[in-house]
């Protein structure tokens, strides 16, 4: 069984800035990639940000320059920092994991359960 759990969301006045973290535990044998994407009521869930076992990173042309991802492998732990944020970064944030799970060896993906990030004055 695998698990990934979310913390750090909240609500922060525009301009200011959040990090999320994300922990994967469990049966894992290894883990391809992680990530963060986000959805609003109504909205489809888009990508935020990924990384891979490479440490190779994409991110949504919308928070460029303002958002970094990042990952402390021996911990299966992802961390999303948001910096400069705004109104329209309010969402339920999701942290999702492609990875391979022991015992069989499985790939497939998992997801957080979602926290809750507002932006508002």
């Known amino acids: 069984q695998v698990q990934l759990v979310e913390s750090g969301g909240g609500l922060v006045q525009p301009g200011g800035s959040l990090r999320l973290s994300c922990a994967a535990s469990?049966?894992?044998?290894?883990?391809?990639?992680m990530g963060w994407y986000r959805q609003v009521p109504g909205k489809q869930r888009e990508l935020v940000a990924r990384?891979?076992?490479?440490?190779?990173?994409n991110y949504a042309d919308s928070v460029k320059g303002r958002f970094t991802i990042s990952r402390v492998t021996v911990k299966n732990t992802v961390y999303l920092q948001m910096n400069s944020l705004k109104p329209e970064d309010t969402a339920v944030y999701y942290c999702?994991?492609?990875?391979?799970?022991?015992?069989?060896?499985?790939?497939?993906?998992?997801w957080g359960q979602g926290t809750q990030v507002t932006v508002s004055s």
């Open positions: 999702n994991a492609d990875l391979v799970s022991a015992g069989p060896l499985l790939r497939k993906d998992y």
């Open positions: 469990g049966s894992i044998f290894s883990i391809n990639a």
């Open positions: 990384i891979t076992s490479r440490d190779s990173t």
